[in-house]
T-cell receptor, first 114, second 110 residues
Framework: DTEVTQTPKHLVMGMTNKKSLKCEQH?????MYWYKQKAKKPPELMFV???????INESVPSRFSPECPNSSLLNLHLHALQPEDSALYLC?????????????FGPGTRLLVL | GDSVTQMEGPVTLSEEAFLTINCTYT??????LFWYVQYPGEGLQLLLK?????DKGSNKGFEATYRKETTSFHLEKGSVQVSDSAVYFC?????????FGTGTSLTVIP
């Protein structure tokens, strides 16, 4: 089973709202990732967690706050977003953060900020 | 730094035509190379991978060979189908980071 699940599939929020995106995998992977993808563009890395510790933060604004409560779960907390944050948010996981490891992607959460 | 350069699209082909999507890379270490496919409204799915020079990845009729001498990983398929219409991303993994190409949109018409 190489499935990564993400909820919700779609999310509409106002600029003053607080919401969370959820990502789950049961493959025993110890690395998990958040990406942001704008239309007709490649995914852009936001955060990398390795063994439940944040290892990479690609200078993401503080209105995005990641959390890894356990090895299967990854959250992205959203607060005071801007309309330009509207995008597809993709979660991925891999066995480890090593060059040979494949990243498996979830279907994404399509976010619209009004 | 590491990077991936991918053939610009969009590409439109007739069913059963031959497909090539070019991908070249720059890397300082010993990267692994991947092709991912993204169907409309979906996440990315791994299509194939190669982890060392001269490896050939293959899946669903698609193939790509890791060529260190030309720093390339071109995607090929001998006979495309309408169901292959999607966006294809070439990617490089080096140390603990993925680098994606810009994506190539493929439309196959009956």
């Amino acid at each position: 089973d190489t499935e990564v699940t993400q909820t919700p599939k779609h999310l509409v929020m106002g600029m003053t709202n607080k919401k969370s995106l959820k990502c789950e995998q049961h493959m025993g992977h110890r690395a998990m990732y958040w990406y942001k993808q704008k239309a007709k563009k490649p995914p852009e890395l936001m955060f990398v967690y390795s063994y439940e510790k944040l290892s990479i933060n690609e200078s993401v604004p503080s209105r995005f706050s990641p959390e890894c409560p356990n090895s299967s779960l990854l959250n992205l907390h959203l607060h005071a977003l801007q309309p330009e944050d509207s995008a597809l948010y993709l979660c991925a996981s891999s066995r480890y953060t090593s060059a040979q490891e494949t990243q498996y992607f979830g279907p994404g959460t399509r976010l619209l900020v009004l | 730094g590491d990077s991936v350069t991918q053939m610009e699209g969009p590409v439109t082909l007739s069913e059963e035509a031959f497909l090539t999507i070019n991908c070249t890379y720059t890397a300082t270490g010993y990267p692994s190379l991947f092709w991912y496919v993204q169907y409309p409204g979906e996440g990315l799915q791994l299509l194939l991978k190669a982890t060392k020079a001269d490896d050939k990845g293959s899946n669903k009729g698609f193939e790509a060979t890791y060529r260190k001498e030309t720093t390339s990983f071109h995607l090929e398929k001998g006979s495309v189908q309408v169901s292959d219409s999607a966006v294809y991303f070439c990617a490089l993994s080096d140390r603990n980071q993925f680098y994606f190409g810009t994506g190539t949109s493929l439309t196959v018409i009956p």
